[in-house]
C-alpha cells in the first residue's frame, strides 16, 4: 500500500512569486491536514481538508492556501512568498477527520531566496 | 491553549543503553497520543499511537505509556541502537481548532553512540 506522496520534494522559489505543493494521501484516507516545521518554531498547523471540505485552519496569513479535490488529494498553495516561508511542509493523511491515526509525507522542503 | 512539552532536548547514549523519552501537556482533554521519529530533512513516521483509554502500546523495543491525570507519557526505548538516533516527536490529538488535530512538543534529539 502505497504512502503519502508529497510533490515536488525541494524547491527554490524568489521573493514574491507563488507556489504550490501537492499531497497525495494513502487509498482510502479522506483527511490531510497540512503542516510548517521550522527550526524554531517547529510544527505548526496550517489547515485539514476532509471530503474537499477546509475543517480547521491555523493561525497563518490568507496567503496560504489549499483545497482538496473529490480523490483526496490534496494542494496547498502560499503566495507572494517571503523569505520566511522557508521551511519543510509536511503534509498527513488520516482515514477520517478527527482521532484518527495520522501517516506523514516526506515532506517538500521550500527555499525562498 | 494545549501545550505539549518534551524533555530533554537532546539525549546522547552508548549503544546497548535503555533509554526514557518524556512528553507532557497541559490539557489532559485529549483523544489519543501519538510519537513519530524523525530522520533528518524527512518526514515522520509514526511509531506508536496511545488511545485516550489506554495506559500504554508496545512495538518492537518501543513501550510508551500515557497518563492523561497527570498530562504525561513516556516512550521507553530497549536496547538502544545507532539507528535509532533521529529525533522523537509526541503528538496530543485533539478534536478541531485553529491548534489543528495535532499538536506537537518540541521534540527530543536521540543520539546513540556504538
Known amino acids: 500500500k502505497a504512502g503519502v506522496t508529497q510533490t515536488p520534494r525541494y524547491l527554490i522559489k524568489t521573493r514574491g512569486q507563488q507556489v504550490t505543493l501537492s499531497c497525495s494521501p494513502i487509498?482510502?484516507?479522506?483527511?490531510v491536514s497540512w503542516y510548517q516545521q521550522t527550526p524554531g518554531q517547529g510544527l505548526q498547523f496550517l489547515f485539514e481538508?476532509?471530503?474537499?471540505?477546509?475543517?480547521n485552519k491555523g493561525n497563518f496569513p490568507g496567503r496560504f492556501s489549499g483545497r482538496q479535490f473529490s480523490n483526496s488529494r490534496s494542494e496547498m498553495n502560499v503566495s507572494t512568498l517571503e523569505l520566511g516561508d522557508s521551511a519543510l511542509y509536511l503534509c498527513a493523511s488520516s482515514p477520517t477527520a478527527g482521532n484518527t491515526e495520522a501517516f506523514f509525507g516526506q515532506g517538500t522542503r521550500l527555499t525562498v531566496v | 491553549k494545549q501545550e505539549v512539552t518534551q524533555i530533554p532536548a537532546a539525549l546522547s547514549v552508548p549503544e546497548g543503553e535503555n533509554l526514557v523519552l518524556n512528553c507532557s501537556f497541559t490539557?489532559?482533554?485529549?483523544?489519543?497520543l501519538q510519537w513519530f521519529r524523525q530522520d533528518p530533512g524527512k518526514g515522520l513516521t509514526s511509531l506508536l499511537l496511545i488511545q485516550s483509554s489506554q495506559r500504554e502500546q508496545t512495538s518492537g523495543r518501543l513501550n510508551a505509556s500515557l497518563d492523561k491525570s497527570s498530562g504525561r507519557s513516556t516512550l521507553y526505548i530497549a536496547a538502544s541502537q545507532p539507528g535509532d538516533s533521529a529525533t522523537y516527536l509526541c503528538?496530543?490529538?485533539?478534536?478541531?481548532?485553529?491548534?489543528?488535530?495535532?499538536?506537537f512538543g518540541k521534540g527530543t534529539k536521540l543520539s546513540v553512540k556504538p
Open positions: 490539557d489532559s482533554a485529549i483523544y489519543n
Open positions: 481538508y476532509f471530503s474537499e471540505t477546509q475543517r
Open positions: 487509498s482510502g484516507h479522506r483527511s
Open positions: 503528538a496530543v490529538v485533539v478534536y478541531g481548532g485553529s491548534q489543528g488535530n495535532l499538536i
